[in-house]
C-alpha cells in the first residue's frame, strides 16, 4: 500500500459532458475526504464518509456533484454537466478515526473547455 | 464558521537561513488542532507539523518549530536551515474537535521560494 491513489491525474473535458474520478485511500483507513483546490488558493472541503456512510457535504457540492463510496473501499467523485468554474484539482485524503491528520493523494487535475 | 488567514502570499529566503510564516485564525472552540502542510509543485500535500490547542508547550519536528499564541490565535511557522527542497506552497490549517467535526479549514497559501 503506497497511500492515496487518484485517477486520472488528468482530465480535459468540454463543458456539458460528465466526468467521473476516482480515490483509492489507504486500506486501513475508514474516513476519506473530497477537497476542491482552484489555482493560487487552500482546499475547501467537499465532501466526507465514514466507511461507506457519507456523514457531511458542504454547500459547495451542488445538485450537479455526487460522491459515493460503495463498500467503504475506494471513492468516485462525479460532476455532472461541467462548467468552466469546476476548473479546478481535486484532492481526496483518507484517514483512520482518532488520527489527527490526513494522508493526502496527488489530486486530479480538471480543465473544462 | 471558522477561517484561516494567511497573509504572505509569498515569502523568499536564503538558503541555510531562517524564516517564519504567519497564520491567524477565528474560532469560537476552546480546543482544536492546527496544522501545517508543504505542498511541493505538482506533487501531494505532505503534513509538516501539528499543534493541539490545550497544549501549551510548541511544536517541533527538527527544523521546523511553531509559535502558537492562543489568545491572539496566531500559528507561525518557523523553517530554519532553509533547504533547496523546501520549496513550496505552504498552507496552515484548522480542524475543530467537537463531534463530527473532521473537515480541515485551509488559508490561502503561502508559496516559499529558497534562494541558493
Known amino acids: 500500500d503506497t497511500g492515496v491513489s487518484q485517477n486520472p491525474r488528468h482530465k480535459i473535458t468540454k463543458r456539458g459532458q460528465n466526468v467521473t474520478f476516482r480515490c483509492d485511500p489507504i486500506?486501513?483507513?475508514?474516513?476519506l475526504y473530497w477537497y476542491r483546490q482552484t489555482l493560487g488558493q487552500g482546499p475547501e472541503f467537499l465532501t466526507y464518509?465514514?466507511?461507506?456512510?457519507?456523514?457531511?457535504k458542504s454547500r459547495l457540492l451542488s445538485d450537479r456533484f455526487s460522491a459515493e463510496r460503495p463498500k467503504g473501499s475506494f471513492s468516485t467523485l462525479e460532476i455532472q454537466r461541467t462548467e468552466q468554474g469546476d476548473s479546478a484539482m481535486y484532492l481526496c485524503?483518507?484517514?483512520?478515526?482518532?488520527?489527527?491528520?490526513?494522508?493526502f493523494g496527488s489530486g486530479t487535475r480538471l480543465t473544462v473547455v | 464558521a471558522q477561517t484561516v488567514t494567511q497573509s504572505q502570499p509569498e515569502m523568499s529566503v536564503q538558503e541555510a537561513e531562517t524564516v517564519t510564516l504567519s497564520c491567524t485564525y477565528d474560532?469560537?472552540?476552546?480546543?482544536?488542532?492546527l496544522f501545517w502542510y508543504k505542498q511541493p509543485p505538482s506533487r501531494q500535500m505532505i503534513l509538516v507539523i501539528r499543534?493541539?490547542?490545550?497544549?501549551?508547550q510548541n511544536a517541533t519536528e527538527n527544523r521546523f518549530s511553531v509559535n502558537f499564541q492562543k489568545a491572539a490565535k496566531s500559528f507561525s511557522l518557523k523553517i530554519s536551515d532553509s533547504q533547496l527542497g523546501d520549496a513550496a506552497m505552504y498552507f496552515c490549517?484548522?480542524?475543530?474537535?467537537?463531534?463530527?467535526?473532521?473537515?480541515?479549514?485551509f488559508g490561502q497559501g503561502t508559496r516559499l521560494t529558497i534562494n541558493p
Open positions: 486500506s486501513e483507513h475508514n474516513r
Open positions: 490549517a484548522y480542524r475543530g474537535k467537537i463531534q463530527g467535526a473532521q473537515k480541515l479549514v
Open positions: 485524503a483518507s484517514s483512520m478515526t482518532g488520527e489527527y491528520g490526513y494522508t
Open positions: 474560532t469560537s472552540e476552546s480546543d482544536y488542532y
Open positions: 499543534q493541539e490547542a490545550y497544549k501549551q
Open positions: 464518509f465514514q466507511n461507506e456512510a457519507q456523514l457531511e
